[in-house]
DNA sequence: ATCTACACCTGACCGC
DNA sequence: TGCGGTCAGGTGTAGA
Protein backbone atom coordinates (compact mmCIF):
# COMPACT_ATOMS: atom_id res chain seq x y z
CA UNK A 1 0.00 0.00 0.00
CA UNK A 2 2.94 2.62 -0.14
CA UNK A 3 1.57 4.78 -2.75
CA UNK A 4 2.60 7.73 -4.70
CA UNK A 5 3.24 9.77 -1.45
CA UNK A 6 4.66 7.46 0.37
CA UNK A 7 7.44 6.37 -2.47
CA UNK A 8 8.15 10.05 -2.81
CA UNK A 9 9.06 10.18 1.02
CA UNK A 10 11.62 7.30 0.58
CA UNK A 11 12.45 8.77 -2.54
CA UNK A 12 13.42 12.37 -1.05
CA UNK A 13 15.23 10.45 2.19
CA UNK A 14 17.38 8.35 -0.16
CA UNK A 15 18.81 11.80 -1.93
CA UNK A 16 19.03 13.33 1.62
CA UNK A 17 21.26 10.42 2.34
CA UNK A 18 22.88 8.46 -0.38
CA UNK A 19 23.96 10.63 -3.07
CA UNK A 20 27.16 9.89 -3.83
CA UNK A 21 28.06 6.76 -1.66
CA UNK A 22 29.52 4.47 -2.92
CA UNK A 23 28.39 1.06 -2.83
CA UNK A 24 30.22 -2.33 -1.16
CA UNK A 25 29.69 -5.50 -0.30
CA UNK A 26 26.00 -6.80 -1.70
CA UNK A 27 24.29 -9.11 0.90
CA UNK A 28 21.24 -11.05 -0.63
CA UNK A 29 18.92 -12.64 2.82
CA UNK A 30 16.10 -13.63 0.43
CA UNK A 31 16.57 -14.10 -3.45
CA UNK A 32 12.98 -13.80 -3.53
CA UNK A 33 13.59 -10.17 -3.56
CA UNK A 34 15.02 -10.28 -6.66
CA UNK A 35 12.46 -12.39 -8.67
CA UNK A 36 12.59 -9.96 -11.65
CA UNK A 37 16.66 -10.08 -11.63
CA UNK A 38 17.73 -11.43 -14.48
CA UNK A 39 20.75 -13.97 -13.89
CA UNK A 40 19.57 -13.75 -10.63
CA UNK A 41 21.49 -12.22 -7.44
CA UNK A 42 24.58 -13.12 -8.93
CA UNK A 43 23.54 -10.88 -11.27
CA UNK A 44 22.82 -8.05 -8.92
CA UNK A 45 26.18 -8.05 -6.49
CA UNK A 46 28.29 -8.18 -9.38
CA UNK A 47 27.05 -5.09 -11.50
CA UNK A 48 26.42 -2.97 -8.15
CA UNK A 49 29.31 -3.42 -6.21
CA UNK A 50 31.83 -0.32 -6.20
CA UNK A 51 29.36 1.76 -8.44
CA UNK A 52 28.17 5.48 -6.59
CA UNK A 53 24.78 6.19 -6.51
CA UNK A 54 24.69 9.76 -7.96
CA UNK A 55 20.87 10.21 -8.63
CA UNK A 56 17.50 8.68 -7.20
CA UNK A 57 14.09 9.30 -9.35
CA UNK A 58 10.75 8.00 -9.22
CA UNK A 59 7.76 7.38 -11.53
CA UNK A 60 4.47 6.71 -10.16
CA UNK A 61 5.50 3.78 -7.32
CA UNK A 62 8.46 2.90 -8.86
CA UNK A 63 11.93 4.09 -7.58
CA UNK A 64 15.35 3.81 -9.32
CA UNK A 65 18.63 4.42 -8.78
CA UNK A 66 21.08 5.94 -11.39
CA UNK A 67 24.33 4.49 -11.35
CA UNK A 68 28.13 5.72 -12.06
CA UNK A 69 31.30 3.35 -11.93
CA UNK A 70 33.48 6.44 -12.33
CA UNK A 71 33.11 7.45 -8.71
CA UNK A 72 36.46 5.28 -6.87
CA UNK A 73 39.07 7.53 -7.45
CA UNK A 74 36.87 10.53 -6.48
CA UNK A 75 38.39 11.99 -3.23
CA UNK A 76 36.08 11.70 -0.59
CA UNK A 77 35.35 14.38 1.93
CA UNK A 78 35.40 13.49 5.62
CA UNK A 79 32.52 11.55 7.37
CA UNK A 80 30.87 11.54 3.65
CA UNK A 81 29.93 11.17 0.27
CA UNK A 82 31.12 13.56 -2.86
CA UNK A 83 29.92 16.27 -3.61
CA UNK A 84 27.00 17.61 -5.80
CA UNK A 85 29.47 19.22 -8.09
CA UNK A 86 31.77 15.83 -8.61
CA UNK A 87 28.66 13.94 -8.71
CA UNK A 88 27.35 15.85 -12.16
CA UNK A 89 30.24 15.26 -13.70
CA UNK A 90 30.51 11.18 -13.44
CA UNK A 91 29.23 9.00 -16.48
CA UNK A 92 26.17 7.07 -16.71
CA UNK A 93 26.01 3.38 -16.17
CA UNK A 94 23.42 2.11 -18.54
CA UNK A 95 22.04 -0.07 -16.42
CA UNK A 96 19.47 1.68 -12.98
CA UNK A 97 18.60 -0.11 -10.03
CA UNK A 98 14.97 -0.20 -9.87
CA UNK A 99 13.15 -0.60 -6.34
CA UNK A 100 9.13 -1.06 -5.80
CA UNK A 101 8.06 -1.50 -2.37
CA UNK A 102 4.98 -3.61 -3.47
CA UNK A 103 2.17 -4.13 -0.44
CA UNK A 104 4.65 -3.71 2.31
CA UNK A 105 8.15 -3.00 1.36
CA UNK A 106 10.56 -0.72 2.96
CA UNK A 107 14.32 0.88 2.70
CA UNK A 108 16.05 2.05 5.60
CA UNK A 109 19.09 3.61 5.39
CA UNK A 110 20.78 2.78 8.96
CA UNK A 111 24.10 2.47 10.95
CA UNK A 112 25.38 -0.70 10.27
CA UNK A 113 25.72 -1.48 13.65
CA UNK A 114 22.27 -1.35 14.45
CA UNK A 115 20.35 -4.97 14.45
CA UNK A 116 19.00 -6.03 11.35
CA UNK A 117 15.23 -5.78 10.64
CA UNK A 118 13.42 -9.18 10.60
CA UNK A 119 12.34 -8.85 7.28
CA UNK A 120 15.12 -7.51 5.75
CA UNK A 121 15.90 -9.28 2.05
CA UNK A 122 18.71 -7.59 0.72
CA UNK A 123 21.13 -5.09 2.27
CA UNK A 124 23.22 -2.14 0.47
CA UNK A 125 27.08 -1.64 2.37
CA UNK A 126 26.99 2.14 1.85
CA UNK A 127 30.88 3.32 2.22
CA UNK A 128 32.48 6.29 3.03
CA UNK A 129 36.16 6.88 4.57
CA UNK A 130 34.27 7.85 7.85
CA UNK A 131 30.74 7.23 7.40
CA UNK A 132 29.48 3.86 6.74
CA UNK A 133 26.04 2.70 6.56
CA UNK A 134 23.33 0.40 5.28
CA UNK A 135 20.69 0.52 2.71
CA UNK A 136 18.23 -1.85 3.69
CA UNK A 137 15.49 -3.55 1.51
CA UNK A 138 12.75 -5.06 4.34
CA UNK A 139 9.89 -6.69 2.91
CA UNK A 140 7.20 -8.40 5.06
CA UNK A 141 5.17 -10.03 1.99
CA UNK A 142 7.49 -9.88 -0.70
CA UNK A 143 5.60 -7.91 -3.24
CA UNK A 144 8.64 -5.91 -4.15
CA UNK A 145 11.46 -6.39 -5.23
CA UNK A 146 15.42 -4.99 -6.80
CA UNK A 147 16.26 -5.74 -9.98
CA UNK A 148 18.80 -3.61 -12.61
CA UNK A 149 16.95 -2.51 -16.01
CA UNK A 150 18.72 -0.85 -18.71
CA UNK A 151 17.98 3.19 -19.19
CA UNK A 152 16.22 3.86 -22.54
CA UNK A 153 15.18 7.41 -23.96
CA UNK A 154 12.04 8.83 -22.73
CA UNK A 155 9.84 11.34 -25.07
CA UNK A 156 6.83 13.44 -25.05
CA UNK A 157 4.11 13.42 -27.09
CA UNK A 158 5.66 15.49 -29.87
CA UNK A 159 8.84 13.15 -30.20
CA UNK A 160 10.30 15.44 -27.68
CA UNK A 161 13.45 14.20 -25.54
CA UNK A 162 11.76 14.81 -21.87
CA UNK A 163 12.93 14.01 -18.20
CA UNK A 164 11.85 11.10 -17.23
CA UNK A 165 10.89 11.90 -13.88
CA UNK A 166 9.84 15.09 -12.42
CA UNK A 167 11.19 14.78 -8.93
CA UNK A 168 14.88 13.40 -10.06
CA UNK A 169 18.08 15.65 -9.24
CA UNK A 170 19.47 15.27 -13.36
CA UNK A 171 16.22 15.31 -15.00
CA UNK A 172 17.52 13.15 -17.54
CA UNK A 173 15.21 12.01 -20.61
CA UNK A 174 16.10 8.71 -19.71
CA UNK A 175 14.28 5.86 -17.85
CA UNK A 176 14.48 2.11 -16.57
CA UNK A 177 13.49 -0.29 -19.12
CA UNK A 178 10.86 -1.93 -17.21
CA UNK A 179 9.17 1.14 -15.67
CA UNK A 180 9.11 2.60 -19.10
CA UNK A 181 5.57 1.66 -19.64
CA UNK A 182 4.04 3.64 -16.98
CA UNK A 183 2.63 6.52 -16.99
CA UNK A 184 3.62 9.71 -15.48
CA UNK A 185 1.76 10.52 -12.32
CA UNK A 186 -0.65 13.06 -11.50
CA UNK A 187 2.16 15.79 -9.52
CA UNK A 188 4.34 14.94 -12.70
CA UNK A 189 4.29 18.86 -14.57
CA UNK A 190 4.87 16.67 -18.29
CA UNK A 191 1.24 14.46 -16.87
CA UNK A 192 -0.78 14.34 -20.25
CA UNK A 193 -3.92 15.14 -19.62
CA UNK A 194 -5.22 15.21 -22.83
CA UNK A 195 -3.95 11.48 -23.35
CA UNK A 196 -5.91 11.32 -19.73
CA UNK A 197 -9.30 12.78 -21.13
CA UNK A 198 -8.75 10.76 -24.12
CA UNK A 199 -8.28 7.59 -22.36
CA UNK A 200 -11.23 7.92 -20.59
CA UNK A 201 -13.94 8.59 -23.23
CA UNK A 202 -12.17 5.61 -25.22
CA UNK A 203 -12.70 3.09 -21.84
CA UNK A 204 -16.02 1.57 -20.48
CA UNK A 205 -13.96 -0.02 -17.33
CA UNK A 206 -15.21 1.40 -13.91
CA UNK A 207 -13.78 4.99 -13.03
CA UNK A 208 -11.69 3.33 -10.02
CA UNK A 209 -10.54 0.56 -12.19
CA UNK A 210 -9.66 3.08 -14.87
CA UNK A 211 -7.41 5.39 -12.31
CA UNK A 212 -5.85 1.99 -10.98
CA UNK A 213 -4.35 1.19 -13.89
CA UNK A 214 -0.60 2.63 -14.06
CA UNK A 215 -0.63 2.81 -17.78
CA UNK A 216 -3.00 5.60 -17.95
CA UNK A 217 -2.03 7.70 -14.47
CA UNK A 218 0.40 6.31 -12.01
CA UNK A 219 0.83 5.99 -8.03
CA UNK A 220 -3.02 6.14 -7.18
CA UNK A 221 -3.67 3.02 -5.15
CA UNK A 222 -6.57 1.72 -3.71
CA UNK A 223 -6.35 4.23 -0.59
CA UNK A 224 -5.85 6.92 -2.48
CA UNK A 225 -8.55 6.44 -5.19
CA UNK A 226 -11.04 6.03 -2.50
CA UNK A 227 -9.99 9.59 -1.46
CA UNK A 228 -9.74 11.29 -4.88
CA UNK A 229 -13.68 9.78 -5.77
CA UNK A 230 -14.55 10.95 -2.30
CA UNK A 231 -13.24 14.29 -3.21
CA UNK A 232 -14.52 14.35 -6.27
CA UNK A 233 -18.03 12.88 -5.76
CA UNK A 234 -17.58 10.18 -8.16
CA UNK A 235 -18.67 6.20 -7.13
CA UNK A 236 -16.21 3.92 -8.29
CA UNK A 237 -18.77 1.92 -10.92
CA UNK A 238 -19.17 4.94 -13.05
CA UNK A 239 -18.09 3.87 -16.49
CA UNK A 240 -15.19 5.97 -17.16
CA UNK A 241 -16.55 7.12 -20.73
CA UNK A 242 -19.30 8.59 -18.46
CA UNK A 243 -17.14 10.73 -16.71
CA UNK A 244 -17.54 14.77 -17.42
CA UNK A 245 -14.99 16.64 -18.75
CA UNK A 246 -15.73 18.64 -15.63
CA UNK A 247 -15.60 15.59 -13.37
CA UNK A 248 -12.48 14.12 -14.92
CA UNK A 249 -10.57 17.43 -13.86
CA UNK A 250 -12.25 17.46 -10.71
CA UNK A 251 -10.95 13.72 -10.03
CA UNK A 252 -7.68 14.46 -11.36
CA UNK A 253 -7.35 17.56 -9.48
CA UNK A 254 -8.79 15.95 -6.22
CA UNK A 255 -5.85 13.27 -6.77
CA UNK A 256 -3.23 16.05 -6.92
CA UNK A 257 -4.69 17.61 -3.56
CA UNK A 258 -4.77 14.51 -1.63
CA UNK A 259 -1.40 13.42 -2.64
CA UNK A 260 -0.17 16.57 -1.58
CA UNK A 261 -1.44 16.82 1.58
CA UNK A 262 -0.55 13.38 2.42
CA UNK A 263 3.02 14.28 0.89
CA UNK A 264 2.98 17.36 3.12
CA UNK A 265 2.56 15.16 6.50
CA UNK A 266 4.88 12.09 5.65
CA UNK A 267 2.40 10.25 3.32
CA UNK A 268 -0.17 7.41 5.17
CA UNK A 269 0.40 4.57 7.75
CA UNK A 270 -1.95 2.08 9.51
CA UNK A 271 1.02 0.50 10.85
CA UNK A 272 4.56 0.31 10.98
CA UNK A 273 5.13 -1.00 7.62
CA UNK A 274 5.27 2.09 5.53
CA UNK A 275 7.95 4.94 6.77
CA UNK A 276 10.45 6.83 5.77
CA UNK A 277 14.18 5.87 5.60
CA UNK A 278 14.05 6.59 9.26
CA UNK A 279 11.64 4.40 10.04
CA UNK A 280 9.27 6.48 11.09
CA UNK A 281 5.28 6.65 10.06
CA UNK A 282 3.20 9.45 8.24
CA UNK A 283 0.43 11.14 9.45
CA UNK A 284 -1.89 11.31 6.90
CA UNK A 285 -3.91 8.62 8.27
CA UNK A 286 -5.86 11.00 10.04
CA UNK A 287 -6.88 13.17 6.89
CA UNK A 288 -8.76 10.17 5.70
CA UNK A 289 -11.99 10.99 4.31
CA UNK A 290 -13.38 7.61 3.21
CA UNK A 291 -10.57 4.70 3.14
CA UNK A 292 -10.74 2.64 6.28
CA UNK A 293 -13.74 4.86 8.17
CA UNK A 294 -16.86 2.34 7.55
CA UNK A 295 -19.77 3.22 9.43
CA UNK A 296 -18.34 6.81 10.46
CA UNK A 297 -20.42 9.64 9.19
CA UNK A 298 -19.28 10.79 5.84
CA UNK A 299 -17.61 14.58 6.58
CA UNK A 300 -19.27 16.60 3.63
CA UNK A 301 -22.19 15.18 5.00
CA UNK A 302 -22.36 16.27 8.34
CA UNK A 303 -21.30 19.42 7.69
CA UNK A 304 -24.48 20.18 5.50
CA UNK A 305 -26.54 18.67 8.14
CA UNK A 306 -26.62 15.34 7.00
CA UNK A 307 -26.57 11.67 8.29
CA UNK A 308 -24.48 9.25 6.16
CA UNK A 309 -22.13 6.60 6.74
CA UNK A 310 -19.33 5.34 4.76
CA UNK A 311 -19.82 2.24 3.59
CA UNK A 312 -17.22 -0.60 2.98
CA UNK A 313 -17.82 -2.72 -0.15
CA UNK A 314 -16.25 -5.32 -2.15
CA UNK A 315 -14.56 -4.15 -5.86
CA UNK A 316 -12.45 -5.66 -7.74
CA UNK A 317 -11.22 -8.15 -4.64
CA UNK A 318 -10.24 -5.47 -2.14
CA UNK A 319 -12.39 -2.87 -0.32
CA UNK A 320 -13.75 0.20 -1.25
CA UNK A 321 -15.01 3.22 0.76
CA UNK A 322 -17.44 5.79 -0.12
CA UNK A 323 -20.22 7.71 1.20
CA UNK A 324 -23.69 6.23 -0.04
CA UNK A 325 -25.16 9.99 0.43
CA UNK A 326 -22.44 11.96 -2.08
CA UNK A 327 -21.18 9.22 -4.14
CA UNK A 328 -23.86 7.46 -6.17
CA UNK A 329 -24.59 6.04 -9.65
CA UNK A 330 -26.21 7.77 -11.89
CA UNK A 331 -29.28 6.20 -13.27
CA UNK A 332 -27.20 6.25 -16.74
CA UNK A 333 -24.53 4.73 -15.14
CA UNK A 334 -26.11 1.75 -12.91
CA UNK A 335 -25.64 -2.02 -13.60
CA UNK A 336 -21.71 -2.28 -13.25
C1' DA B 1 -7.02 -7.26 -28.83
C1' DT B 2 -9.14 -7.04 -24.71
C1' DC B 3 -10.18 -8.78 -20.64
C1' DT B 4 -10.23 -12.20 -16.62
C1' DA B 5 -7.89 -15.10 -13.45
C1' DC B 6 -4.29 -16.14 -10.91
C1' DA B 7 0.33 -16.32 -8.79
C1' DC B 8 3.25 -14.19 -5.85
C1' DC B 9 3.66 -13.74 -0.14
C1' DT B 10 3.29 -13.16 5.33
C1' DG B 11 0.95 -12.16 9.41
C1' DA B 12 -3.01 -10.52 11.92
C1' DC B 13 -7.36 -11.79 13.09
C1' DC B 14 -11.69 -14.46 13.63
C1' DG B 15 -14.75 -18.29 14.47
C1' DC B 16 -14.98 -22.88 16.00
C1' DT C 1 -4.31 -23.87 22.22
C1' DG C 2 -4.78 -24.79 17.67
C1' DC C 3 -6.27 -24.69 13.18
C1' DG C 4 -8.24 -23.46 8.93
C1' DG C 5 -10.22 -19.59 6.52
C1' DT C 6 -10.12 -14.66 5.27
C1' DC C 7 -8.13 -10.36 4.43
C1' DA C 8 -4.61 -6.86 3.26
C1' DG C 9 -3.51 -5.95 -2.42
C1' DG C 10 0.35 -4.11 -6.73
C1' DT C 11 2.09 -6.08 -10.63
C1' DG C 12 2.93 -9.18 -14.42
C1' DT C 13 1.63 -12.79 -17.14
C1' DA C 14 -0.93 -16.84 -18.84
C1' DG C 15 -4.93 -18.05 -20.77
C1' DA C 16 -9.70 -17.30 -22.55
Redesign the pocket.
Known amino acids: ?3 LPEVEVVRRGLADHVLGARIGQVLVRDG ?1 SL ?2 QLGGPTALVDYLTGLTIVDVARR ?3 LWLLLSGSGEELRRPEGGWVSDQQLEALPLEDQALVI ?1 L ?3 GQVLVKDPALPQE ?2 QRVCLELEGPAGQKQLRFVD ?4 GGLFLSPLVPTFSAEGALQAASAVSRLGLPLIPE ?2 A ?2 ARDPLDPFFDERAFRRAMLA ?3 PIK ?1 FI ?1 N ?1 RVI ?1 GV ?3 Y ?1 DEALWRARLHYGRPAKLVSAAQGRALLQASRQVMTQALAEGGTSF ?1 ALYVNVEGESGYFERSLQA ?1 GREGEPCSRCQAAGRSSLVV ?1 E ?1 FM ?3 SYRCPFCQRLPRRGRGS
Request: net charge positive.
Open positions: MPERRRGKFHGMSKHQRLFAVHISSRELQSGNIADYRPNRS
